[in-house]
């Protein structure tokens, strides 16, 4: 089985989100693809299986569980089909746990066509003050996460994650977010270890909730934002009715076989 390293939203290499990918004739067992995720140790690893011209179902596993929705390891799986001549110059289609997802090659790199996720409920502070004191503009309820507006981009910088009361918020993960001083709209980060990843680079399934969410605060549909981890990732965003398209490039790192 041949398996691909890929940074992706990474312009250049070592940055942006590493994902593994696989393309493979049949699923191996759910628990084979658990043991190989954990094994690989990224946040993401993405299973792929042909289903006909641009047409594909994809699967991703986390080193712990697998997921609904990840954009990343999509990003790095059309851009492995793409590299490896794999499918035409038309929209590629994935079934995925959350419904049909479209990507395509464009003159800025890879799209992807995900879907909107609305935010709120909003929130009470009190709960949250251990993590960031007097830091909170406001806190909302974000589908299967939890968004936490913080009140300077800088302090999105200098967060030190408490990985341990972060892991007890009832969500699959923590987004934390600030509108952005220079070229970005806004900034963020993500930290996941529910679902096995103490911080994750670059999210693209994250930023279906923070476009929804600044596209109520900013009054606007497209977005230029930041992912302002160590590796650090770029996304161009654009709000279509009920779609968030998400563009970024990507870096195949390295090509190997897995032997068991």
């Given at each position: 089985?041949?398996i691909?390293?890929?940074?992706?939203?990474?312009?250049?290499?070592?940055?942006?989100?590493?994902?593994?990918?696989?393309?493979?004739?049949?699923?191996?067992?759910?628990?084979?693809?658990?043991?190989?995720?954990?094994e690989?140790?990224?946040?993401?690893?993405?299973?792929?299986?042909?289903?006909?011209?641009?047409?594909?179902?994809?699967?991703?596993?986390?080193?712990?569980?697998?997921v609904?929705l990840?954009?990343?390891?999509?990003?790095?799986?059309?851009?492995?089909?793409?590299?490896?001549?794999?499918?035409?110059?038309?929209?590629?289609?994935?079934?995925s746990?959350?419904?049909?997802?479209?990507?395509q090659?464009?003159?800025?790199?890879?799209?992807?066509?995900?879907?909107?996720?609305?935010?709120?409920?909003?929130?009470?502070?009190?709960?949250?003050?251990?993590?960031?004191g007097?830091?909170?503009?406001?806190?909302?309820?974000?589908?299967?996460?939890?968004?936490?507006?913080?009140?300077?981009?800088?302090?999105?910088?200098?967060?030190?994650?408490?990985?341990?009361k972060?892991?007890?918020?009832?969500?699959?993960?923590?987004?934390?977010?600030?509108?952005?001083?220079?070229?970005?709209?806004?900034?963020?980060?993500?930290?996941?270890?529910?679902?096995?990843v103490?911080?994750d680079?670059?999210?693209?399934?994250?930023?279906?909730?923070?476009?929804?969410?600044?596209?109520?605060r900013?009054?606007?549909?497209?977005?230029?934002?930041?992912?302002a981890?160590?590796?650090?990732?770029?996304?161009i965003?654009?709000?279509?009715?009920d779609?968030?398209?998400?563009?970024?490039?990507?870096?195949?790192?390295?090509?190997?076989?897995?032997?068991?």
């Open positions: 089985m041949k691909w390293s890929v940074d992706a939203f990474a312009s250049k290499p070592y940055t942006g989100n590493p994902a593994a990918v696989t393309i493979v004739e049949e699923f191996p067992s759910d628990e084979v693809c658990q043991k190989i995720a954990a690989i140790n990224l946040s993401e690893t993405a299973f792929v299986k042909p289903l006909g011209s641009n047409h594909f179902h994809i699967r991703w596993f986390t080193p712990a569980v697998e609904k990840c954009g990343h390891a999509t990003l790095a799986a059309t851009h492995i089909l793409l590299q490896e001549d794999l499918v035409n110059n038309a929209p590629i289609n994935f079934d746990l959350s419904g049909i997802l479209q990507t090659k464009t003159a800025q790199g890879i799209t992807l066509n995900f879907p909107l996720q609305a935010t709120g409920p909003r929130l009470e502070h009190e709960s949250f003050n251990d993590l960031f007097n830091q909170i503009v406001t806190i909302e309820k974000a589908f299967d996460d939890v968004i936490v507006e913080l009140n300077d981009e800088k302090n999105i910088y200098d967060f030190v994650p408490v990985i341990e972060i892991n007890q918020i009832d969500c699959r993960g923590l987004i934390i977010t600030a509108r952005g001083k220079n070229k970005y709209d806004f900034i963020s980060r993500f930290f996941g270890p529910r679902v096995g103490a911080e680079p670059v999210t693209g399934s994250a930023h279906c909730k923070l476009a929804y969410y600044w596209q109520q900013l009054k606007k549909n497209n977005f230029l934002a930041y992912q981890s160590k590796r650090g990732g770029e996304l965003l654009e709000i279509n009715d779609r968030v398209l998400m563009t970024g490039s990507a870096i195949t790192i390295s090509c190997g076989n897995w032997l068991v």
